[in-house]
Each structure stands twice: as structure tokens, then as C-alpha cells.
Nanobody
Framework: QVQLVESGGGLVQPGGSLRLSCAAS????????MGWYRQAPGKQRELVAT???????YDAESVKGRFTISRDNAKNTVYLQMNSLKPEDTAVYYC?????????????WGQGTQVTVSS
């Protein structure tokens, strides 16, 4: 089992910055990657950014150049630095960890942290 605990959400004005953190515990050595997803009211959950165990990074087009994902393996923590925030970034942000086995993907999720971008 893997436990994920997010922190760092809140209310910020457009153009502002926030940094989300996700601390992982449990059988994290099995994980092939970690990342962030978000879900806005009335919308489906969408991928924001991921970083693989080998350090490969994927960013969604909507956040390229504004958000940066990073990983501190010594602290078992993944971060999401969010700059130049827009109102459309408002959502609940979820930390994700996954591993791949025999062609299947297994996902673990945090409880979510609210990010609200508003003046």
C-alpha cells in the first residue's frame, strides 16, 4: 500500500504562485511514477504533470511553461510549482502514484487539495 498526503493548496490571485507538495509513504519502492491531476467542478479529472522513476517528465499542454513538477527521492516527495496562475487553473489537485505490472497500471491517490485562483 501507498499513502499520499498533499499540502500547499489555497487561494491565490491571478498571476500568483503556489507550490503543492505530496509526501509518499508505504511501499513506494514499487512505484514507476508520480504526478498530479486536477478536477474542476463539472469536469473530468485531467492529467497535469507526471515524473517517472527515471526522471522523465510529462506536462499537459495547458500548463507548459507555467507549472513545474519535481521529485525529491530522499524525501519521497513530489512537488508542483505553479506560476502565472489563471482562474481556469481552479480545481482540486490530486497527487497520484502508479506502478506497472504485467501490462496493467495500478494507481494510488491522495485526498486532494483545493486550489482557487480568483481576484
Amino acid at each position: 500500500q501507498v499513502q499520499l498526503v498533499e499540502s500547499g493548496g489555497g487561494l491565490v490571485q491571478p498571476g500568483g504562485s503556489l507550490r503543492l507538495s505530496c509526501a509518499a509513504s508505504g511501499t513506494i519502492f514499487m512505484m514507476d511514477g508520480m504526478g498530479w491531476y486536477r478536477q474542476a467542478p463539472g469536469k473530468q479529472r485531467e492529467l497535469v504533470a507526471t515524473v517517472s522513476d527515471e526522471g522523465e517528465i510529462y506536462d499537459a499542454e495547458s500548463v507548459k511553461g507555467r507549472f513545474t513538477i519535481s521529485r525529491d527521492n530522499a524525501k519521497n516527495t513530489v512537488y508542483l510549482q505553479m506560476n502565472s496562475l489563471k482562474p481556469e487553473d481552479t480545481a482540486v489537485y490530486y497527487c497520484n502514484a502508479y506502478f506497472l505490472s504485467l501490462g496493467r497500471r495500478y494507481d494510488y491517490w491522495g485526498q486532494g487539495t483545493q486550489v482557487t485562483v480568483s481576484s
